[in-house]
C-alpha cells in the first residue's frame, strides 16, 4: 500500500499493540506546545490561510478523498446526506468542481448553515423522505453522486437509493460495525459503483491551497474558540454536541 501512494491504508498503522503511530490517535502529544514529526508529515500553511482556516483542513481533505473516489464531473448533481464538517465540506467542494445542482439532508441548524454555503436543496429528514424529494427533483432519475456523511444504517441506504442509473455512492460516515443490507439487484443491474472513503494524506497540497484561495468558508463551520485555559469547556461542549457546536478552536 506505500510503496503505491496509498499511506492512508498502510497495515502498518494506528495499531494499538505497536507499528506506525498516529499523533492525536495512537500517541498522545497532539496538545503539546512543541512536538517532532517526520518531514513527509508536514504541510507548509501559505501565508493567506489563516490558523483558523488551518482547523478545517483535515475535514476538507476527507471530503477532496471522497469527491475523487466519487470522480465528480461538471454539470453533476450531488446529494450530500449528513450536514456535519465533512458534508459541509463536501458541499463546497462540489460546488467548486462544478456540480449542477446540490441536495443536502439532515436536521436542525445546520442544514441554516448548508443554505447559507450554497445548498440549492435542503431536505429535513424529520419532515420529509429524502430519496422522494430527490427523485422529484430529478424526474424519478436520481442524482449523478451520492456522498454519504452520517453513518446511520438508514441513511447509507439511502444514498444507494437515490442515485441514477449508472450513478455512483461514496460512503464515508462511521456507524460502529454495524451491517449494512441494500438492494443488490439494483446495484448489479443499474451499474451502480459504491464506493468507501475515509480521506489520504495525498489529498493535502490540495485541500490547502483550495482554502489558501478563499474557495471554502471555513468561518460557516468552526463555530466556538477557547483560549487554552478554558481547556476543559472547549472539551465539554465538544463532547456534548450542543446545538450550534461544530468545530471547536483552542488558542494558546
Known sequence: MCIAGNYHLCENAAKKDGGYKLLGHTANGAFSEY???PPNNLHKMPEKMTWEDAVIVNQVVIALHALDRGQIYPADEVAILGPGLL?????????????????VTGRGYRLDI???LGADVVIDITKENPVEVIME???GKGVDLSVECAGPVSTMREAVDMVRRGGRVVLEGIN???????????????????FGGRGSPNCYPRAIQIIADGHIQTDKMLTHSFPLSEFEEAMRMF?????GVMRVMLTP
Open 35 to 37: 512536538g517532532l514529526a
Open 87 to 103: 458534508g459541509l465540506s463536501v458541499l463546497q467542494l462540489a460546488k467548486y468542481l462544478g456540480a449542477s445542482k446540490t441536495y
Open 114 to 116: 448548508a443554505k447559507e
Open 137 to 139: 427533483h430529478t424526474n
Open 176 to 194: 460502529g460495525g454495524d451491517e449494512v443490507s441494500f438492494n443488490t439487484d439494483r446495484i448489479v443491474l443499474d451499474e451502480i459503483s459504491v
Open 239 to 243: 463532547q456534548a454536541r450542543e446545538d
